[in-house]
């Protein structure tokens, strides 16, 4: 059966239920979200003599929960516009409304009888062969099948997404053993590829695989706190970005999640799992029981174990807990020696040695924190999952972790890591100590660019299900054909490259543009074309802003204008190559790294893309092409018949006010993506792939050469007028400083083509010698100045 998601039924409009219902409206899908009617008028409803039965009451809970979504921050869709594809109803009138829809999603309340009770319902009005799924945490997914009918349970999953589902990737696939297995592959592959989430199959076992593990290694955190009298404040230092998890670490992860689902979680485990080694661990202490009874439940309630308060001048302070009087104090700035060195190492895998081999109390925590997860995770195979890389997948999907436990255990070295942990008293799973014991020394490796995992069952190596359809740049660390200190250049296959750089932020300095030209060389003269991308956290933060004000600050501006001209002409060799160029952005691609998108052939798009130039911010223009092309974008869309001012307005603010999109899709609304031409991927883990065939579709359709473009329209000063007179109003309106209002007017002179009495037609080259000269100009000024430094200082730009 060829199936199609066309129409989603979304029952359960609470925090899950909406943004489930967001993220399928953000893909494009229509969706029906329902909820309970109320039992009870509130008081603006009684003031208006409406009545239970009133469609406005009837729809209160849902429509009021949906609009709480929209207005959540980050936001649970990728463009506002999306809102008008889902529609509301309430379970009393508009169950039957779910006949003619493609997949049913439950995310009511955990509890089994609930549930139960809203599939008695659905089974009423579900029409044969649509898939019925829930959203659970905690509750044994076969028992929500029983006494319902032999489709409905071969049509049923747990679809567990975590919260927010736009941004964490996770999505647990949970079959019963009566779910047709072409209804478990469907949902695999949909997830995969339309959802853009690391679909993991899962085991119905309690908490699944990335809470099971998640919530272990929260607890295990608080038990190994306790031994070595460690704060909140402490913990959090030593558990986020240092060791690639998130900011929230784990205390605020706490907060976020609610501590009392931590709880909940942990209770669940501790009930339903008697033969779990280390049920000790899940056991709460008492600090965790006092939050519980004091109802500081975290974000929900305002606070829990950090709280926000108004400080003086009505500045907003984050106070943390003092878990042993339970009163709250400010935040206090931990000092361990062993993170302050390792902090300098940008590549992870280092600092995360250089970390556990560290001898001060971070060190001693990390060895702890590592045995003890390494132990768990050994004896959660196979109950929880038949395959090791399930664990990992659904730890970085879910809990934001860069690298898995069994990754990680690779990287501490495998038998290493068996010696600490058996020394500190914990257990290692036998089928560890048999793979030990045949030579095999790690979890993984690669081979011709794919991961390869080790398989307990069979004692040998296997290729991970789906790795074919990925390029994971690190699996091709042998198809390196150049490189230099920051950048190098990968055989990808099929006759494409890829050009990759790590350095801070990924921020482009002299060796990237170096290697960037490089990289146009190569793949002109021996492939057929060329991928611009990384694995990174993020795309480009943008050019190096510390070199940029050393040099403006010594004066150097012939050093100066010579790098600006490198960038200029990197991004001109981008677009005028004689092989098709395809540029993969993700994450932050900001001011430079968005002017590289600018000139590619195509952009091939992450949805989660925060694109934008943000160079008005810190007091300059885009200095590397980027001015030059939205002029040139403007004067495309004279030629379609707009009125001549405004696309260049409209091109002119969003350079004006810095914008960055919010997404992906934003970045088509912006203008910085082009409709009808570069695309979005869904699945990040899928970008580098997507952009590879890009660049075979460009080459296959007999790619040539284009030619630099000498008829850009510019207005001159007819349109320049009206955009100094838009800038000079928001000055008087106090929208902008003076400094600010001076950039602005460089940037509309440079867009306007200068002060020409009349427009004119000009070439590529014209305009961005009026870029560089007033991006130079503007890095002469003492507030352009003060402004990067305050940026390199504290990662911000000073209002000045």
């Known amino acids: 059966m060829q199936?199609?998601?066309?129409?989603?039924?979304?029952?359960?409009?609470?925090?899950?239920?909406?943004?489930?219902?967001?993220?399928?409206?953000?893909?494009?899908?229509?969706?029906?979200?329902?909820?309970?009617?109320?039992r009870e008028l509130n008081e603006v409803e009684k003031a208006k003599n409406l009545t239970l039965d009133s469609p406005a009451v009837k729809n209160r809970i849902v429509n009021d929960a949906l609009q709480a979504a929209i207005k959540s921050n980050p936001s649970p869709v990728f463009t506002k516009d999306v809102i008008k594809l889902i529609k509301t109803g309430n379970f009393t009138d508009d169950m039957k409304r779910i006949a003619d829809v493609d997949w049913i999603i439950e995310v009511v309340v955990e509890n089994l009888d609930v549930k139960k009770t809203v599939f008695e319902q659905v089974e009423k009005f579900r029409k044969p062969g649509t898939l019925i799924t829930s959203n659970t945490s905690g509750i044994p997914i076969h028992l929500m099948t029983e006494g319902r009918s032999q489709d409905f349970q071969q049509h049923f999953c747990g679809t567990h997404f975590f919260n927010p589902p736009r941004y964490l990737r996770l999505l647990e696939i949970i079959p019963t053993p009566l779910t047709n297995p072409a209804v478990t592959n469907f949902l695999m592959h949909y997830g995969d590829r339309y959802l853009g989430k690391t679909t993991v199959l899962c085991k119905d076992t309690p908490a699944f695989i990335a809470n099971r593990v998640g919530v272990f290694s929260i607890m295990a955190v608080f038990h190994i706190m306790g031994e070595m009298g460690l704060s909140i404040d402490d913990i959090d230092a030593l558990t986020g970005p240092v060791i690639g998890h998130p900011k929230s670490a784990t205390f605020r992860t706490a907060d976020v999640v609610g501590i009392d689902t931590l709880v909940k979680v942990a209770n669940g485990v501790v009930e339903n799992c008697p033969n779990d080694e280390a049920i000790s661990i899940f056991k709460i202490p008492a600090f965790l029981q006092q939050v519980v009874e004091n109802k500081w439940l975290g974000d929900k309630t305002g606070q829990g174990f950090y709280k926000k308060t108004k400080g003086e001048g009505g500045s907003k302070e984050i106070l943390t807990l003092n878990l042993q009087t339970m009163e709250y104090g400010p935040k206090q700035k931990p000092k361990f020696g062993s993170i302050e060195a390792a902090k300098p190492i940008e590549d992870l895998k280092q600092r995360l040695r250089a970390l556990a081999a560290a001898t001060d109390k971070a060190g001693q925590f990390y060895q702890q924190f590592h045995a003890h997860l390494f132990s768990y995770v050994s004896h959660r195979i196979p109950e929880i999952a038949d395959d090791l890389y399930k664990v990992d997948d659904a730890m970085k999907a879910g809990f934001g972790w860069?690298?898995?436990?069994?990754?990680?255990?690779?990287?501490?070295g495998v038998e290493a890591s068996v010696k600490l942990l058996e020394e500190k008293g914990l257990t290692v799973a036998q089928w560890v100590k048999d793979m030990l014991a045949k030579g095999i020394k790690s979890f993984y490796q690669v081979e011709n660019g794919k991961k390869l995992y080790y398989d307990v069952a069979s004692q040998s190596y296997k290729s991970v299900p789906g790795e074919g359809e990925f390029i994971i740049l690190e699996n091709f660390s042998n198809n390196i054909i150049w490189k230099n200190s920051s950048s190098s250049l990968i055989d990808i296959g099929d006759g494409v490259v890829c050009f990759d750089w790590k350095t801070k932020m990924n921020t482009l300095g002299g060796d990237v543009l170096e290697g960037l030209n490089k990289a146009v060389?190569?793949?002109?003269?021996?492939?057929?074309?060329?991928?611009?991308?990384?694995?990174?956290?993020?795309?480009?933060?943008?050019?190096?802003?510390?070199?940029?004000?050393?040099?403006?600050?010594?004066?150097?501006?012939?050093?100066?204008?010579?790098?600006?001209?490198?960038?200029?002409?990197?991004?001109?060799?981008?677009?005028?190559?004689?092989?098709?160029v395809v540029i993969a952005p993700h994450g932050l691609t900001l001011g430079g790294g968005c002017e590289m998108c600018l000139h590619a052939d195509k952009v091939q798009a992450a949805a989660e893309t925060y694109i934008g130039l943000v160079e008005l911010g810190v007091g300059i223009i885009p200095g590397g092409g980027g001015t030059k092309e939205m002029a040139l974008r403007a004067s495309l869309e004279f030629k379609e018949g707009r009125i001549e001012e405004e696309p260049l307005k409209d091109y002119f603010m969003t350079v004006?006010?810095?914008?960055?999109?919010?997404?992906?899709?934003?970045?088509?609304?912006?203008?910085?993506?082009?409709?009808?031409?570069?695309?979005?991927?869904?699945?990040?883990?899928?970008?580098?792939?997507?952009?590879?065939?890009?660049?075979?579709?460009?080459?296959?359709?007999?790619y040539t050469q284009p030619v630099e473009r000498t008829d850009i329209k510019v207005m001159g000063r007819s349109a320049l007028g009206a955009l100094l007179v838009g800038v000079y109003s928001m000055?008087?309106?106090?929208?902008?400083?003076?400094?600010?209002?001076?950039?602005?007017?460089?940037?509309?002179y440079v867009m306007c083509g200068g002060d020409l009495t009349e427009p004119a037609f000009v070439s590529e080259q014209y305009l961005l010698d009026l870029e560089r000269e007033a991006f130079l100009s503007l890095c002469g000024e003492r507030k352009t100045l003060e402004r990067l430094q305050s940026v390199i200082k504290t990662g911000r730009p000073v209002r000045n």
């Open 3 to 38: 199936r199609h998601i066309n129409k989603v039924a979304v029952l359960g409009s609470g925090v899950m239920g909406s943004r489930i219902a967001c993220h399928f409206a953000g893909i494009g899908v229509q969706v029906l979200l329902l909820d309970i009617a109320p």
């Open 402 to 412: 860069e690298i898995g436990p069994f990754e990680t255990w690779d990287l501490l």
């Open 521 to 580: 060389d190569r793949a002109e003269k021996d492939f057929r074309g060329l991928v611009v991308g990384n694995d990174g956290t993020n795309f480009s933060a943008g050019a190096n802003v510390g070199m940029i004000f050393m040099l403006a600050a010594e004066q150097e501006y012939d050093e100066l204008d010579m790098a600006v001209r490198m960038f200029q002409r990197t991004t001109m060799r981008l677009r005028y190559s004689s092989i098709p």
């Open 656 to 702: 004006a006010t810095a914008k960055v999109a919010t997404s992906g899709f934003e970045g088509f609304d912006m203008g910085v993506l082009r409709k009808g031409h570069d695309e979005i991927t869904m699945n990040a883990s899928r970008l580098i792939a997507d952009a590879k065939r890009s660049v075979l579709v460009l080459a296959d359709e007999g």
């Open 731 to 748: 000055r008087l309106g106090n929208y902008i400083s003076e400094h600010d209002q001076k950039v602005a007017n460089k940037l509309a």
